[in-house]
Every structure is written in C-alpha cells, then in structure tokens.
C-alpha cells in the first residue's frame, strides 16, 4: 500500500518536475521570441524611416531639379503661345483672280481646321472620355501623374507611363519635342499650366483637335484635324458623325497609323482589327463617363463601321498641270523676295548663290505647304481655259512631229524618238501687268517645261522694234523716214568664216528703204546696217531690253551686230519678249508683269500684296512712233495674216512677227489697248523646220499658218471674255513731242545743197515723204551720208544714180529705170517674214 503511495507521489512529483521543465522551457521561448520580434520591430521601423527619408530626398531632389529648370525655362508670352498653339501645318490652296481654287498645294500633309462648333458632339466626348477624363476639372496637370513620372525618373524606370492631359499633349505637339527626358517632362507641366492660365478649355480643345494625326485618307495622304479625317476617311463634315464613326476617328490619335484602315497608297488594309479594337475602347469608355447609355452602347459596338470607309482614291490630278506648276512656283518666289528683303539681304545676291538661293527656296516651299495659304493668282479662269481649247483646237498647224533614230545603248537596237512642236503664250493686261492666261506647252503629260515661262529662245526679227528701231528713235538718232540700205553685208568671224545676212528669200535687193518700211518688211540688211552705226554713235540698247525686264542676256552679247536679228546664246522668255512689247501701249512705261496678286495667310490677314512695278524706257512720242511703225507689219506688213482668221471686229493694234534660223523659232506678237498676247512655237531641241514642208504644207506656209493659231487662240479669248476686246478703247492720241512734216522720198533729210566727193555742189529737190517725227528729232538737213551704217562705196554708187536720174530723161532713161528698184518696186512685191541668218 505503501509502495503504491510512494510510486504514485513519484509519478507526480515526475510530472511536477515536466510541467515546470515546460513552462521554463516556454518562458525561455517566449523570452526569445520577444526579444526577436523587438529587433525585427525596431529593424522595420528603422528600414521604413530611412526609406521615407530617401523618399523625401529624392522628391526634394526632384522637386529642385524641376525647379531649377522652371527657373531656366523661357515661358512664351500669351501672343506667343496662341501663334504656336495656332501654327498647324494646313494645307495651302491657290486660286484664280476670281476666287474659284485651282487646286491645294501638294504637300505631305491634309489639314483641315475648324471651329469647336463644326465639331460633333460624339467626338469631343469621346476625345475626353478616352484621353482625359478630368480635363473639365483639372489646371492643365493631373498631379498623381506627374509624381508618377518624377518617381519613373528617379528610378530609371525603363516604362515611362502615359497619363498626359490633353492640355499636355497639345503642349507636346505644338511647343515641344517627343523626346522622353525630365527636363522635357517639367517643361510640359510648365508650359501646360501656362496654356490653362490664357486659354478658355474650349480653345484648348478645340485646338488639340486641329493638331492630332489621324493616320491617312483614302488617297493615302497623311491627314491631321478631325475635319481631314472626317472627309478623307468617310466623306463627311466633323459635325455630321456618327456615334461609330466618331468613336472609330477619335480612337486613331493614341496610334494613327496602327489604327488608320488606309496603306500609303490609299487602299483599304486587309486587316483592320485593331482599329475596330480601338474604337470599342472608345465607346466603352464613353458609356462608363456617362455620355452614352447602354442601348447606344450595344448599338454602336454592334455596328460594321467598315461599310463606311471611302473607296481610294487618285489624289495627283490637279496637281500636275502647268496652270500649277506656275502660280505655286510664282508664290515660292514672291515669299523668298519677301523673306530676303526682311533679312536686309538684296535678291541679285541671292540668286547669284546657289547655296542662298536653295535656303530661301525650299524654306519658302515649307512655309507655303504648311501654312495653310490662300494664294491668289491674276489668272482669268476664262481666259485660261479659252488658251487651252483655242490651242488644244488648232495645235495642228504647227505641223507634224520631229522623228530620229538613235542606237539603244542596252539592246543596240535602232529606235525613233519623236518629238512634237510645242507652243508657249501668254496674254497680259497692258495697264497693270496682271497675266491674265497663258499656255505652258501642248500636254503637260509628254512634256513638263513651261514653254511660257521657263524656257528661253532667240526672238528672232521680233526684237527688231525693242532693240533696234526703238532706242534709235528715242535717241534721236533716226526717225521712220530714215533711209536705209538693204545691201549686202559681209563680216569676217573669228573662226575665218563670213555671217552674210539676208532676207527671207535669201536674197538682198540692194536697194534703199526707209526705216519704217524696213520694220513692216521685217528686212535684215537695213535693221544691222542702223545697229551697227548705233554701236558706233555707243547707244547703250542693253539698258533699253534690261528696263522692259529682259535681264538674262549678257551684256556683252549686245555689242554683236547679229542681235539686231535676235542672235544670242540666250533670249528672253515669252512672259517676257510679250511684257516687252506691252510698252509702246503704256505710252513707254514698262509694268512688270506678275502672277500672284496677293497671299493671305489662314486668318485672312494679307501675307504677300504685289506692289506695281513700272520703268519709264521710251518717251511717250517714241511709244507713239512705234505703235505707228508696227502698226504698218499688222496692216500689209509681215504680220497682217492673223487678221485673215480673226473672226470679230478687232481694235486698234500693232504687232510683230519672228523666225530664227530653218524657223527654229517662230513668234507672233500683238498687242491691242487692252492686252497684249504673245506666242512663241518650235521644237524643244531646235529642230528647224524642214523649208519644203514648211512652204508646201496644205494649210499654207508655217509663217501664215503660226498666225492662224494666234488668231484661233484670240478668238477663243474673245468668245469667252469680250470685255479684253472693246473697240471703244484707244491708244493714247499723239503726244506734245510728236509732230508731222515732210522729207525728201529719196535721201529722208530736207532738200537741199550737197558738195559732192569732186567738190561740185547740187541742189537736190523731188518727190517729198510725210511722216512722224519726235520734236527733239527734226528732219536733217541734206547730207552725203544720209544712210546711217552704209558705206561710202554704196553710197558713192547710190548718189551716182541718183545724179544721173536728175538729168535730162534723153541722157538718164537707162539710170531713171535702175531707180526704179527701190523702196517703190518693192511696195509691189507680197510680203514674207525674213528669217535672221546670223551668228551665235
């Protein structure tokens, strides 16, 4: 019983000692854990504190930094701003002078702006619902998102977050690059916040949707705005959208050429998934802001918004015309003169430089492209349509093409290259310069050289009355009844051979004729016998053709007896030999012409104004003399065919025509009160045409038949704008400086006593010449040397039988007749223009 007690107190005295074995153990656990969890606390605590501290400092870091550039950063002005938020790049357009657009400029990029209120309503809610939601309550800046960024930067995180205001990226886009750096970042809060201050939300939103990408059109163009992408992706204005089409649009800035359904090309991707994706996303999130409720939702998700993209389309057309190849060119130019003048800079210098020039060039064309101009031209639309069906109609009568064969250098096979007569003409208005049309070639398609503009030719006996018979007359020099001999002419060159001129049948009549005849007949002889004894006498003509604008030819090539005919290395451009002529009907004033009238720029404010330019070359009385000489070549002269095919009663007028050699070049200028109309027709590779063909042709002689085209030409233009046309419009009447009186048929001087070479004396009396003389330039008294530019044998041999034919009819019957051959025979014989057989 006893041994039970003792083992039961043992077993309990065990377990006492395990129970306290345990707590102590427990106690001891407790204890250890405790002191872990202390260090593990006060180890966190210390971790958080200094991360909260690296965290300060850093933001601190941040905070300064973005100060530091604040502080460096040159903030715009409001002006300012407002003329970078609106610099879109937008498309330019030319015009005719009525307004009615020729075409867009050709550029890299359609834009299209308009007002908030042309705007659907769709698409500005779905543009905030989908890019920034807060934009109605935020100052420019959604300030988690920019801690965002800060803490990116900090970080070097290598994922830079989106999460920009539409204020921020329309700061990005117009005031900033797309470079992702910090610096860039603070100056688009900075600049962000600026923009809230000065501009109302509805200006900033209206101006992100002018400026935002919205991939291509269906022509394969870049478009930006949303009225581009509204015409050019579904043929409609912005405020006409649908909900789908609005959301698809809307959904294209954030990736516009992922999400576009056009290529470059213009046709319709095969795969357009992602931009339907995208315009799912749109419409989601315009249901969660509220905009849209959960029918239109469904609806609009359902709908197959492919059905509504426009088919492609060839945009290229109207661009490639002459008609805009010309008056784009004219603006570039006008804006680089511009440009120039602004810089203190001087336009010879310029154009003398190649490297200059291309700087002002191309930064002109950029400014033209992107700046969304409205180019008004002095195109008459009437008259320039009335140029290209009048020339279209009777191009024919230049006759057939230029064929050669030539040895291909790949396949060494014989081929033939045809090449057709071109034309190039042109139609200014008198009194201000303006061009009212012209005609660039016979299809822009075959051949891209503007023939009126661009191309320089020899102008032939049409630089006769500018060069020769003009500045003569000005100068006192001559008058019309000025004698002159159509002799022979022999000038040794320099390569040994001889240039000996003659008419247009080959022929010399050696024979003496008045200066006024001389021009009607278009003779070459008289013209360089007067040339030559002007560059004796040192009559500076060059500066006469400068003043009339005709600046390319050397002045050096002035002094060459062969450019009385028209021999130069160069000539002037059709705009130009027809301004010329223009002169003689502004009473001697020379206007420069010009083709664009005025530039505004996309607010309507006048960019570029022409300012008239005009020299005073001839004096009124010499224009007056003129008008009358050239008046004659219309009137029975080389130029009177034109008035067989004018079918209306044509006003007062001169002209004159022209031919180089084998008719390399062949002009026909006429001028009336109103305008003046020039034409020019060849080959571009100065192919002559052949003298059988041309004589044999079944529609007359080239020389009638270019005529014929410049009186269809005219007739187009009357029919079209008569108004060019009123008979009731005069020259101006005889000036003060003109007068009228008489001289010897004979000898063009008064009558009178000459001493002959033997020293004898005669009083020379006969038939007497009417005609206009300049007051400055009374007739001359008799001389020996009546004919300017002749030679003393000529003239020995003229007064010879002018003597005999003063004598007795019993002793001189043989040299009466041998007088006969004069400018009297020759009254008698048809008239057929010369061509110049001169050097080059």
Same mark, same amino acid.
Request: glycine content about 8%; charged content about 15%.
């Given at each position: 019983?006893k041994n039970?007690k003792l083992?039961?107190?043992l077993?309990?005295?065990k377990?006492?000692?395990?129970t306290?074995?345990?707590?102590s153990?427990?106690?001891?656990?407790?204890?250890?854990f405790?002191?872990?969890?202390?260090?593990t606390?006060?180890?966190?605590?210390?971790?958080?504190l200094?991360?909260?501290f690296?965290?300060?400092?850093?933001?601190?870091?941040?905070?300064?930094?973005?100060?530091?550039?604040?502080?460096?950063?040159s903030?715009p002005?409001q002006?300012?701003m407002?003329?970078q938020?609106?610099s879109?790049?937008?498309?330019?357009a030319?015009?005719?002078?009525?307004g009615?657009?020729?075409?867009?400029?050709?550029?890299?990029l359609?834009?299209?702006?308009?007002p908030?209120?042309?705007?659907?309503?769709?698409?500005?809610?779905?543009i905030?619902a989908?890019e920034?939601?807060s934009?109605?309550?935020?100052?420019?800046?959604v300030p988690?998102a920019?801690?965002?960024?800060i803490?990116?930067?900090?970080?070097?995180?290598?994922?830079?977050?989106?999460?920009s205001?539409?204020?921020?990226?329309?700061?990005?886009?117009?005031?900033l690059?797309?470079?992702?750096t910090?610096?860039?970042?603070?100056?688009?809060?900075?600049l962000?916040?600026?923009?809230?201050k000065?501009?109302s939300?509805d200006?900033?939103?209206?101006?992100y949707?002018?400026?935002?990408?919205?991939?291509?059109?269906?022509s394969?163009?870049n478009?930006?705005?949303?009225?581009? &992408?509204?015409e050019?992706v579904?043929g409609?204005q912005?405020k006409?959208?649908?909900?789908?089409?609005?959301?698809f649009?809307v959904?294209?800035?954030?990736?516009?050429?992922?999400?576009t359904p056009?290529t470059?090309?213009?046709? +319709?991707?095969?795969d357009l998934?992602?931009g +339907?994706?995208?315009?799912? +996303?749109v419409?989601?999130?315009m249901?969660?802001?509220?905009?849209i409720?959960d029918?239109?939702?469904e609806?609009?998700?359902?709908?197959?918004?492919?059905k509504?993209f426009l088919?492609?389309?060839n945009?290229?057309?109207?661009?490639?015309s002459?008609?805009?190849?010309a008056?784009?060119?004219?603006?570039?130019?006008?804006? #680089?003169?511009?440009?120039?003048?602004?810089?203190?800079?001087?336009w010879?210098t310029?154009?003398?430089?190649?490297?200059?020039?291309?700087?002002?060039?191309?930064?002109?064309?950029?400014?033209?492209?992107s700046?969304?101009?409205?180019?008004?031209?002095?195109?008459d639309?009437?008259v320039?349509?009335?140029?290209?069906?009048?020339t279209?109609?009777?191009?024919y009568?230049?006759?057939?093409s230029y064929?050669?064969?030539y040895t291909?250098?790949?396949?060494?096979?014989?081929?033939?290259?045809?090449?057709p007569?071109?034309?190039?003409?042109?139609?200014?208005e008198?009194?201000?310069?303006?061009? $009212?049309?012209?005609v660039?070639?016979?299809?822009?398609?075959?051949?891209?050289?503007?023939? &009126?503009?661009s191309?320089?030719?020899s102008p032939?006996?049409?630089?006769?009355p500018?060069l020769v018979?003009g500045p003569?007359?000005?100068?006192n020099?001559?008058?019309p009844?000025?004698?002159?001999g159509?002799?022979?002419?022999s000038?040794?060159?320099?390569d040994?051979?001889?240039?000996?001129?003659?008419?247009?049948?080959?022929?010399?009549?050696n024979?003496?004729?008045?200066a006024r005849y001389?021009?009607?007949?278009?003779?070459n002889?008289?013209?360089?016998?007067?040339?030559?004894a002007m560059?004796?006498?040192?009559i500076d003509?060059?500066?006469? #053709?400068?003043?009339?604008g005709i600046?390319a030819?050397?002045?050096s090539?002035?002094l060459?007896?062969?450019?009385?005919l028209?021999?130069f290395?160069?000539g002037?451009?059709?705009?130009?030999?027809?301004?010329?002529y223009?002169t003689f009907?502004?009473d001697g004033k020379?206007?420069t012409?010009?083709?664009?009238?005025?530039?505004?720029?996309?607010?309507?404010?006048i960019?570029y104004q022409?300012e008239?330019k005009?020299t005073?070359?001839?004096?009124?009385g010499?224009?007056?003399?003129?008008r009358s000489?050239?008046?004659?070549s219309?009137?029975?002269?080389?130029? *009177?065919?034109?008035k067989?095919y004018v079918n209306f009663t044509?006003p007062?007028?001169y002209?004159?025509?022209?031919?180089s050699?084998?008719y390399q070049?062949?002009?026909?200028?006429?001028?009336?009160?109103?305008?003046?109309i020039?034409?020019?027709?060849?080959f571009?590779?100065?192919?002559?045409?052949?003298?059988v063909?041309a004589i044999?042709?079944s529609d007359?002689?080239?020389?009638?038949?270019t005529q014929? $085209?410049w &009186?269809n +030409?005219?007739?187009?233009?009357h029919?079209?704008a008569?108004?060019y046309f009123?008979?009731t419009k005069q020259?101006?009447?005889?000036?003060?400086?003109v #007068?009228? *009186?008489?001289v $010897?048929?004979?000898?063009?001087?008064?009558p009178?006593?000459?001493?002959?070479?033997?020293?004898?004396?005669?009083?020379?009396?006969g038939?007497?010449t009417s005609?206009?003389?300049l007051t400055?330039?009374?007739?001359?008294?008799?001389s020996?040397?009546? &004919?300017?530019?002749?030679?003393?044998?000529?003239?020995?041999?003229?007064?010879?039988n002018l003597?005999?034919s003063l004598?007795?009819?019993?002793?001189?019957?043989?040299s009466?007749?041998?007088?006969?051959?004069?400018?009297?025979?020759q009254n008698?014989?048809a008239?057929?223009e010369?061509? *110049?057989?001169?050097?080059?």
């Open positions: 019983m039970e083992h039961e107190l077993n309990r005295m377990q006492h000692i395990h306290i074995k345990q707590k153990l427990t106690k001891q656990a407790m204890s250890i405790n002191i872990s969890f202390g260090v606390k006060r180890l966190f605590y210390l971790t958080l200094c991360l909260c690296l965290m300060s400092l850093g933001l601190g870091i941040g905070l300064g930094y973005f100060a530091n550039i604040i502080s460096h950063t903030v002005s002006t300012q407002q003329t938020l609106g879109l790049n937008q498309a330019s030319l015009f005719f002078q009525d009615d657009m020729i075409s867009e400029v050709q550029s890299d359609v834009r299209k702006v308009v908030l209120q042309e705007i659907s309503d769709y698409v500005k809610q779905g905030i989908t920034d939601d934009f109605y309550t935020h100052n420019g800046i988690k920019v801690l965002r960024a803490l990116q930067e900090i970080s070097g995180s290598d994922s830079q977050t989106g999460g205001t539409l204020t921020q990226q329309l700061v990005k886009q117009q005031l690059t797309n470079e992702l910090f610096t860039r970042k603070a100056k688009e809060i900075l962000a916040m600026r923009v809230e000065y501009f939300k200006d900033i939103l209206n101006a949707l002018n400026v935002s990408s919205f991939g291509r059109n269906n394969g163009q478009i930006a705005g949303i009225q581009a &992408a509204a050019g579904f409609k912005a006409d959208l649908t909900l789908p089409q609005a959301a649009l959904g294209l800035p954030q990736s516009p050429y992922a999400y056009y470059n090309i213009g046709t +319709i991707k095969q998934d992602a +339907i994706a995208r315009m799912k +996303i419409l989601t999130a249901h969660r802001n509220g905009y409720n029918a239109e939702l609806e609009a998700q359902n709908y197959d918004i492919t509504d088919q492609p389309q945009s290229t057309v109207a661009l490639h002459y008609l805009y190849q008056v784009h060119r004219e603006a570039v130019i006008a804006l #680089m003169k511009q440009q120039i003048k602004q810089d203190g800079k001087d010879s310029v154009d003398a430089s190649v490297e200059l020039y291309n700087q002002y060039y191309f930064k002109a064309a950029n400014l033209l492209a700046s969304g101009y409205k180019v008004y031209s002095t195109i639309k009437k320039y349509e009335a140029m290209q069906s009048g279209a109609d009777n191009i009568l230049l006759g057939e064929q050669t064969t291909d250098s790949t396949t060494g096979e014989i081929k033939t290259a045809t090449e007569p071109q034309i190039g003409s042109v139609a200014i008198n009194a201000t310069g303006k061009i $009212l049309g012209f660039g070639g016979r299809d822009f398609s075959v051949s891209q050289t503007d023939h &009126a503009f191309t320089r030719r032939g006996s049409t630089i006769k500018l018979y003569a007359i000005d100068q020099f001559i008058y009844a000025t004698i002159l159509d002799t022979a002419i000038r040794r060159q320099q040994g051979s001889y240039w000996t001129p003659t008419n247009a049948d080959n022929r010399v009549s024979t003496f004729v008045s001389a021009l009607k007949m278009s003779l002889n008289p013209t360089v016998h007067l040339y030559s560059l004796q006498k040192g003509t060059g500066s006469y #053709m400068k003043n009339m600046s030819i050397d002045s090539e002035y060459n007896e062969a450019a009385s028209g021999g290395s160069t002037p451009s059709v705009v130009e030999q027809t301004s010329a223009t009907a502004n020379h206007i012409p010009y083709l664009i009238e005025r530039i505004e720029d996309n607010q309507g404010n960019v022409h008239k005009e005073q070359v001839f004096n009124a010499t224009a007056y003399i003129l000489m050239l008046n004659d219309v009137e029975g002269g080389t130029t *009177s065919y034109f067989r044509f007062q007028r002209g004159k025509t022209g031919t050699d084998n070049d062949m002009w026909v200028i006429v001028s009336t009160p109103q305008i003046t020039g034409q020019w027709s060849g571009d590779n100065n192919h002559g045409v052949n003298h063909f044999t042709n007359g002689p080239i020389y009638i038949r014929q $085209l &009186a +030409i005219a007739n187009a233009i029919s079209a008569p108004e009123d008979t020259f101006s009447t005889q000036p003060n400086n #007068m009228t *009186s008489s $010897l048929s004979a000898t063009g001087t008064l009178g006593e000459i001493t002959l070479n033997n020293g004898s004396k005669l009083n020379i009396t038939p007497m005609d206009l003389f400055s330039r009374p007739p001359y008294a008799i020996y040397q009546f &004919a300017p530019g002749e030679s003393s044998d000529t003239l020995n041999a003229y007064w010879s003597i005999q004598l007795p009819p019993e002793t001189s019957s043989q009466g007749q041998s007088q006969q051959t004069s400018e009297q025979r008698n014989q008239p057929t010369p061509r *110049s057989s001169s050097s080059r």
